[in-house]
T-cell receptor
Framework: GAVVSQHPSRVICKSGTSVKIECRSL??????MFWYRQFPKQSLMLMAT?????????EQGVEKDKFLINHASLTLSTLTVTSAHPEDSSFYIC????????????FGPGTRLTVL | DAKTTQPPSMDCAEGRAANLPCNHS???????VYWYRQIHSQGPQYIIH???NNETNEMASLIITEDRKSSTLILPHATLRDTAVYYC?????????????FGTGTSLTVIP
């Protein structure tokens, strides 16, 4: 149980295009999902907290107009990187907190974004 | 705002116990200690968490000092598959925000 999936696992896009990453909780409902970014050889950096049915809360320094987050259901959150640039190339990871327990977060496998 | 300090790297012989320390000297009374690990290019995996009592599960044991200012994660019989970056995180009790702020972690290498 407690599986979180991400799609796609890997994406390459041209500079200036937008990329959407999906995060799904497969066997549980999650009112809250989190999005992280991880650059090579660095730790995970929390980008935003996504609550179902409401606006996401962004961490300081994260541009909300560039990283659009939608949490339309209890099992799906999406992150759209708009007008992507090479510096946005990174490993994007989501996590979900089960509605039933709230004690842990379960992480997705990550999405490797490369912007050319 | 990671609030934890861990050694950057450690080695451990295969089959031996791996003891990973974490310092969290500013921990508050309602903050839990969580441990996750991340194998290269994968998402973090939950290991264990605790408040003040020692905890054990099928993966590891968590020893928290009486003053709660530090803890140790113990992998009793390390295998090569335990090679990963281990993160110690403190956060408030459930159902209250629940953001995880990751520190730099400890890169554990299990040596054959």
């Amino acid at each position: 149980g407690a599986v979180v999936s991400q799609h796609p696992s890997r994406v390459i896009c041209k500079s200036g295009t937008s990329v959407k990453i999906e995060c799904r909780s497969l066997d549980f409902q999650a009112t809250t999902m989190f999005w992280y970014r991880q650059f090579p050889k660095q730790s995970l950096m929390l980008m935003a907290t996504s609550n179902e049915g409401s606006k996401a809360t962004y961490e300081q320094g994260v541009e909300k107009d560039k990283f659009l987050i939608n949490h339309a259901s209890l099992t799906l959150s999406t992150l759209t990187v708009t007008s992507a640039h090479p510096e946005d190339s990174s490993f994007y990871i989501c996590s979900a907190r089960p509605l039933s327990t709230g004690t842990e977060q379960f992480f997705g496998p990550g999405t490797r974004l490369t912007v050319l | 705002d990671a609030k934890t300090t861990q050694p950057p790297s450690m080695d451990c012989a295969e089959g031996r116990a791996a003891n990973l320390p974490c310092n969290h000297s500013t921990i508050s009374g309602n903050e839990y200690v969580y441990w996750y690990r991340q194998i290269h290019s994968q998402g973090p995996q939950y290991i264990i968490h605790g408040l003040k009592n020692n905890e054990t599960n099928e993966m590891a044991s968590l020893i928290i000092t009486e003053d709660r200012k530090s803890s140790t994660l113990i992998l009793p019989h390390a295998t090569l598959r335990d090679t990963a970056v281990y993160y110690c995180i403190v956060r408030v009790a459930p159902f209250t925000g629940n953001q995880f702020y990751f520190g730099t972690g400890t890169s554990l290498t299990v040596i054959p």
